[in-house]
């Protein structure tokens, strides 16, 4: 992306050495330093491609290649961001090359002998249009790095750092379709923290906040493949998505997480006591007949189990067939 701050650069292709010193000298006294030069097709092709320059004053007949098909190898070479005014030099006066001239991508003309008052307004006027296109690529990448600044925030817990309830919706259900199509199990991994209502209400919701982010930075840890997720799911709550991954797989897991909460060593109402998590599984072999409801009730069944079985553990549920 060309920055603002750069001084106009122009090429000057034309093959009458006489021409060519002639208007860059024209350039430099309108304040344009040292113009690039090229007397042939392939030496503009050239310069173009390393130099990008802002302007090119286009012979439009030149002894190897004609310049309207100089004009139209450059529009096609062109990034998306960046756009080079093309002037034609030309002695031509029929409509029809003109005509041809702008359809090839030139952007206006000027006629031999060119007059140095008019090579000057014309140059202006392409400045202000470069400029232009200089401005409106800087507001596009500000919109667009804003526009993915929201995303990530309309995705992401704001206390935590992960994803968020609305990007496990959205996941979840691109997993399970990958799954479908791949013919592998997919599993669902409901987390929960252990009495985390008493730890609110004995150390308050500072500590609270604090103890959230620690767990969830564990369960974050437990997703490193680029298709897992790890996501808040609501209050104390959270939810691993795993892809490719049976029951045996997902305890695995779960029991890691399980494990990494408790070597955290959050105190939890007495010395001896610290802040822990259940576990509740599912996993399913995504088919016509099954779906993803199910799975999360399934899992969420497995978590409640856990709970009544006196916590910190880890439980296997059962999916069957709506």
């Known amino acids: 992306m060309k920055k603002r701050t750069e001084a106009l650069k122009v090429l000057v292709v034309e093959d009458s050495k006489v021409t060519l010193k ?15 030069k090229a007397e042939t097709g392939q030496d503009a092709i050239a310069i173009y491609r390393k130099e990008r320059p802002d302007i090119i ?11 309207f098909d100089i004009a139209r190898q450059i529009r096609a070479s062109e990034q998306k961001d960046d756009w080079t005014a093309i002037l034609f030099l030309t002695s031509m006066t029929k409509d029809a090359d003109l005509a041809r001239g702008i359809e090839v991508g030139g952007d206006d003309y000027l006629m031999k002998p060119v007059s140095e008052v008019v090579l000057h307004a014309k140059v202006r006027a392409m400045r202000r249009l470069v ?8 507001v596009t990448h500000q919109l667009n790095a804003a526009n993915k600044e929201l995303q990530r925030l309309s995705t992401t817990d ?3 750092g992960i994803s968020n309830r609305r990007m496990f919706d959205e996941l979840s259900v691109r997993e399970w379709r990958r799954c479908e199509r791949m013919k592998k199990p997919v599993a669902l991994v409901m987390i929960d923290i252990d009495n985390f209502k008493l730890f609110n209400d004995q150390y308050g919701h500072q500590a609270g906040d604090d103890c959230l982010r620690a767990v969830a930075g564990q369960v974050a840890r437990a997703a490193p493949r680029a298709t897992d997720l790890a ?4 209050g104390e709550e959270f939810v691993l998505v795993l892809g ?13 997480v399980r494990q990494h909460v408790a070597d955290l060593g959050i105190p939890h109402g007495t010395p001896q006591r ?27 069944q497995a978590l409640y189990r856990a709970k009544e079985s006196g916590r910190d553990r880890v439980v296997v549920g059962a999916y069957g067939k709506l």
């Not at 002639?22 to 690039?36: D, H, K, T, W």
């Not at 004053?57 to 310049?67: H, K, N, T, V």
């Not at 996501?231 to 609501?234: D, P």
């Open 231 to 234: 996501a808040r799911y609501g």
């Open 158 to 160: 704001g206390l935590t």
């Open 131 to 138: 400029e232009m296109q200089r401005d409106l690529v800087d």
């Open 274 to 300: 610290r802040v822990t998590v259940s576990c509740g599984i599912a996993s399913v072999m995504p088919e016509k007949g099954l779906a993803l409801d199910a799975l999360l009730r399934a899992a969420d």
């Open 57 to 67: 004053l286009l012979d439009a007949q030149l002894p190897d290649i004609d310049g």
């Open 22 to 36: 002639v208007l860059c000298n024209f350039l430099e006294r309108m304040g344009i330093p040292a113009p690039l």
């Open 244 to 256: 490719e991954t049976d029951a045996d797989g997902a305890r695995w897991v779960a029991e890691n």
